[in-house]
């Protein structure tokens, strides 16, 4: 690797972090759900459940969006992540709806309610990460939390168009009620790279590069465990 001061430079830690990312086992793009989504075996009633725990994030993401901009103290990132806002909220850069309508419209093409949504009991994989990406804000340097966002948006584009692609081949769902994974096909790949310009920017000692190593994998294991309901 490139050294700096007998350090790795940012760029080649941001290099070598998407390198590891894509070997990690629990990435979504390898979650047995997604398999199965796609291969046409995951039962309605497996969907519905992993829907209904998904959403409990999607719900809370336009609030953690604006949490994370209100903490940056860069003026040009910050304009950037208010477009993430209004991109989550208002579906603004994709010309959509905001995500969270479009979470809730793939919901009820698949027979769930919006009371299903809104008073479903949180499994302990998707409480223990809401708690912890509101924990995170509040503990780590704002572009470290950023940074995080390799590892989460960063990886979700693929996931989702092939959610999205398995929903149309093999469920028959209509195109515009699976919008909410072929957006954020297309939105988290621009969130990823945001991600990915932070990190270069900032993570310029060890530790902010340890911290942001470790806080990355810990988070795509949360992730990769609200997709892990029975069966999967």
Not at 54 to 65: G, H, L
Not at 91 to 96: K, Y
Not at 122 to 150: C, D, G, K, N
Not at 186 to 195: K, R
């Amino acid at each position: 690797m490139e050294k700096q001061n007998g350090t790795v430079s940012s760029t080649e830690f941001v290099r070598q972090l998407k390198n590891d990312i894509q070997a990690f086992p629990k990435i979504r793009i390898k979650h047995p759900l997604l398999k199965a989504v796609c291969a046409g075996t995951a039962t309605m009633d497996q969907i519905r459940a992993w829907a209904i725990q998904d959403y409990q994030f999607r719900a809370a993401v336009p609030r953690i969006a604006m949490m994370r901009y209100l903490a940056c103290n860069d003026p040009e990132i910050a304009q950037k992540l208010w477009g993430v806002v209004e991109e989550e909220t208002r579906g603004m850069d994709t010309g959509s709806a905001g995500h969270n309508e479009l979470a809730i419209r793939f919901a009820e093409a698949i027979g769930l309610t919006q009371s299903q949504l809104v008073n479903a009991e949180l499994r302990p994989s998707t409480a223990a990460h809401l708690y912890y990406v509101e924990l995170i804000i509040h503990t780590l340097p704002w572009f470290v939390v950023m940074a995080i966002q390799i590892g989460a948006e960063g990886t979700f584009g693929p996931a989702a168009a092939a959610l999205g692609n398995g929903f149309i081949q093999k469920y028959n769902m209509k195109p515009e009620d699976v919008r909410f994974f072929t957006v954020h096909s297309e939105a988290d790949e621009e969130h990823g790279s945001l991600a990915e310009e932070i990190a270069v920017r900032y993570l310029h000692s060890p530790h902010l590069q340890e911290q942001t190593y470790k806080h990355t994998f810990r988070r795509m294991e949360l992730l990769y465990d609200i997709w892990s309901i029975d069966g999967f």
